[in-house]
């Protein structure tokens, strides 16, 4: 059967006039499923698609055979070239709005009219990983949106992190041949660990706030739905007046900013590679609509110096504490794409698309990107017509001289395709400012012509140490292990020793914490860069901003775990049921998470009906082989005489300690508990049957109690604490 969105097609009062315009456009190329007849390309109706047509029974395949030929001529041609980088990626279409009007800031008109719906189509993706990579890849997720606006197509071509590896475009190629598996064997896929990333990051001081970033649980996001969104460079907001202010955008997730475990994220890339792509579709077919707010950090032109670092380096952010993020309007993603290729591939996202009322500065990373994302287009979509494809049709009319090129859609009538023209009465006319045509900021330029960077882009490690300091206990622990993970697969001594000289400046006791890991002794001196050219750091002189070299300078806008607890929405509890399980406490678990819009699945020895003491059989959604927990947010084991069973099922075991190790909540009731003895869960404490930790619930039953312990240590997303003591029992 085909499958439905929830969402229809047909234009509804409920939408915009712009979002009714996307859905058709959209509507009007797709070949929707239905009673339809087999045809060639050219509508030729086909009789056998069976067989080719051969000379005898037995005999050779004829030339003649058109429909055979033109099948497999499409067949061999149907792949392209995958995006250099975030090539792999998922998207679903949604709608933006405003709260209320922005018109002091900008003119753009999706920001000012907040009774407009603006449709977007969002794509999320991993950098370094090919098309076919795992999810869960320690990585920067990017974060692309593009905006379909009444007035031309913005798009914020973000990423989860707010800061960059590199402060220039220049360096991106190295980046990028650095990260990607390593040109020889290409090994490894979709992964940092290794020598030739690690060789250039200790060679570029300006990349350790980002490494900070990068070696963060950020990098191995719960769920698309639960990222932060940045757009990284700082940009221009302009108003009716021609009044520019400096802004940073960000997207803020409604579920909360969350992350895996480093052990689960690679346990999740074996059970389940599309893990994050999986998790938006169905959170989307499933009506529960990831939700953002955008957020602005505006900065007056003439606080362009004040704030100690360079607004335009992108290896800086402007911590919230110093510049609040104004929270101005919502992204609702409610629609998930109609075919992958057609849409997810084939969409083009480019830093240059802004409409009027939003510019550029003149950050050096910023002005690279203007030139890339047409660059790239050209050979991934093929020619200079992909603005065509239906994924990235304006829906602002399109009216211009351009023409013809491969793969033209357009017929465009008449004989006049230049301007000035007389005899096509100037047409089509240029727009004056009032009418809506974009005007550039009117920024004053000067200056010799350099290859250099200002003394002001120099401060490499300030916040890189802020972001540090910043981060919890437990984080800092994460942090830590994934440099002694990353850089414990680097071979060369030498590389490694440079990194630990960066760390040292960053903070002493990160730097010894990892040098132990490496068996090295810290390095009092920084890193000298291999390259005269890029500054060093490390001499206090080029700290411009003094309060953040001071080390007590934190920022909690920073730490995940300063902000839990939070909702439970759309989280998914793995219940383990066998036979004779007890279905009043299974149901009387399930009310409660459903009351608060998470879900329990039922997980049994075998896929099919359970049987439970009310003799009733209830559908387990997966079994223990085909399923995981590092799959679901928290564990709970039912009571029944069945349960026994798991004791002695090894599958059942690392089920409920993996759940443990990663820090879950977990829950069992009567013989379920039996499970938590046999995989070394504490259950027991010296002081009587007190539960172990904040974040395991036992008892007799899943009674209240035991459920509202449950779902509120769920609220904390992980108890982390557990991790210190996890050596002895696990
Ligand atoms: Fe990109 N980037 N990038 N990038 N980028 C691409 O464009 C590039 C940078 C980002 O879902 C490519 O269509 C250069 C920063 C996202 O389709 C390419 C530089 C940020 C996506 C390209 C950067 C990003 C891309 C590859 C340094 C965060 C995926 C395919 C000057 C603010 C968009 C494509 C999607 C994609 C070039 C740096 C985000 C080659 C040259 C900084 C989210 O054009």
Not at 83 to 107: D, E, I, M, P
Not at 113 to 118: A, L, Y
Not at 218 to 237: K, N
Not at 246 to 259: D, E, I, Y
Request: charge should be negative; include cysteine.
């Amino acid at each position: 059967m085909a499958r439905r969105s929830p969402v229809s097609r047909a234009a509804s009062p409920r939408r915009s006039a712009a979002a009714n315009a996307k859905v058709q456009q959209l509507e009007s190329s797709t070949d929707q499923p239905g009673d339809t007849t087999l045809t060639t390309n050219h509508g030729v109706a086909i009789n056998d698609d069976q067989n080719s047509l051969k000379a005898g029974e037995r005999g050779p395949s004829l030339l003649e055979d058109f429909h055979l030929r033109e099948k497999i001529t499409h067949f061999d041609h149907e792949r392209i070239p995958e995006r250099v980088v975030h090539a792999r990626g998922s998207a679903a279409h949604g709608v933006f709005q405003v709260y209320k009007s922005l018109a002091t800031l900008t003119k753009a008109g999706f920001l000012t009219d907040p009774g407009r719906e603006t449709p977007v189509f969002v794509r999320f993706s991993t950098v370094a990983g090919s098309r076919g990579s795992t999810d869960l890849a320690r990585d920067v997720r990017g974060f692309a949106v593009k905006f379909y606006t009444d007035e031309g197509t913005f798009d914020l071509v973000g990423n989860n992190m707010p800061v960059f590896f590199i402060q220039d475009a220049i360096k991106f190629p190295d980046l990028i041949h650095a990260v990607k598996p390593e040109p020889d064997n290409e090994i490894p896929q979709a992964a940092s660990a290794h020598d030739t990333f690690w060789d250039f990051i200790s060679a570029m001081p300006e990349s350790m706030h980002m490494v900070m970033w990068l070696m963060s649980d950020r990098a191995i996001p719960r769920s698309f739905r639960m990222m932060e969104g940045f757009g990284v460079h700082t940009f221009r907001l302009v108003n009716a007046n021609g009044t520019s202010r400096f802004v940073k955008f960000h997207w803020k997730p409604l579920l909360g900013v969350h992350s895996v475990a480093w052990d689960e994220a690679q346990k999740i890339s074996g059970k389940d590679p599309d893990f994050h792509r999986r998790d938006l579709w169905e959170a989307i077919e499933e009506g529960k609509f990831p939700e953002w707010e955008l957020g602005l950090q505006i900065v007056e032109e003439k606080d362009e110096f004040a704030l100690g670092f360079d607004l335009l380096d992108p290896t800086k952010l402007i911590p919230e504490e110093l510049v609040p993020v104004q929270r101005v309007g919502k992204l609702t993603l409610n629609r998930n794409p109609d075919n992958f290729f057609a849409e997810t591939e084939q969409a083009a996202f480019h830093i240059g698309h802004v409409v009027p009322g939003i510019d550029f500065t003149n950050d050096p990373l910023l002005q690279g990107r203007l030139f890339s994302y047409t660059d790239t287009q050209l050979i991934r979509l093929g020619g200079p017509n992909f603005h065509e494809i239906p994924i990235n049709r304006a829906i602002a009319p399109v009216h211009n001289n351009q023409r013809d090129g491969h793969m033209r859609q357009t017929i465009s009538a008449g004989n006049v395709s230049y301007g000035p023209n007389t005899l096509g009465d100037n047409q089509p006319a240029q727009a004056t400012a009032a009418a809506g045509g974009y005007v550039t900021f009117p920024e004053p330029l000067g200056g010799t012509k350099v290859r250099q960077r200002g003394a002001s882009f120099f401060d490499h490690y300030s916040q890189a140490r802020m972001f540090f300091r910043s981060q919890s206990a437990p984080e800092q622990q994460h942090l830590i292990k994934a440099l002694r993970f990353e850089l414990g697969k680097v071979k060369s001594p030498d590389v490694q020793e440079r990194m630990v000289r960066h760390l040292a400046q960053i903070d002493k006791e990160l730097a010894s914490s990892v040098g132990r890991a490496l068996g090295l002794t810290v390095p009092a001196k920084p890193a000298a860069p291999p390259n005269h050219s890029i500054p060093a750091d490390g001499d206090p002189k080029n700290h411009q901003h003094r309060e953040l070299a001071d080390p007590t300078i934190v920022s909690s806008a920073l730490s995940m775990t300063a902000h839990v607890p939070g909702p439970i929405a759309t989280r998914k509890v793995a219940v383990l049921v066998a036979d004779g399980f007890d279905a009043a406490g299974v149901a009387a678990l399930t009310k409660a998470l459903a009351a608060r819009g998470a879900a329990a699945v039922l997980v049994g020895p075998h896929v099919g009906q359970v049987v439970a003491d009310d003799n009733k059989g209830y559908a387990a959604a997966f079994s223990i082989l085909t399923t995981s927990s590092v799959l679901f947010d928290a564990v709970a084991v039912a009571d029944g005489p069945g349960a026994a069973d798991w004791t002695r099922d090894v599958d059942a075991i690392e089920f409920v300690k993996d759940a443990y190790r990663h820090c879950k909540a977990v829950a069992a009731s009567g013989e379920g508990i039996k499970l938590f003895r046999a995989a070394d869960i504490p259950v027991d404490e010296p002081e009587g049957d007190r539960p172990a930790d904040a974040a395991t619930a036992v008892g007799d039953r899943f009674t209240p109690q035991v459920i509202k312990r449950f779902v509120t240590a769920m609220a904390d997303h992980r108890l982390w604490a557990r991790e210190p003591g996890l050596h002895l029992p696990i």
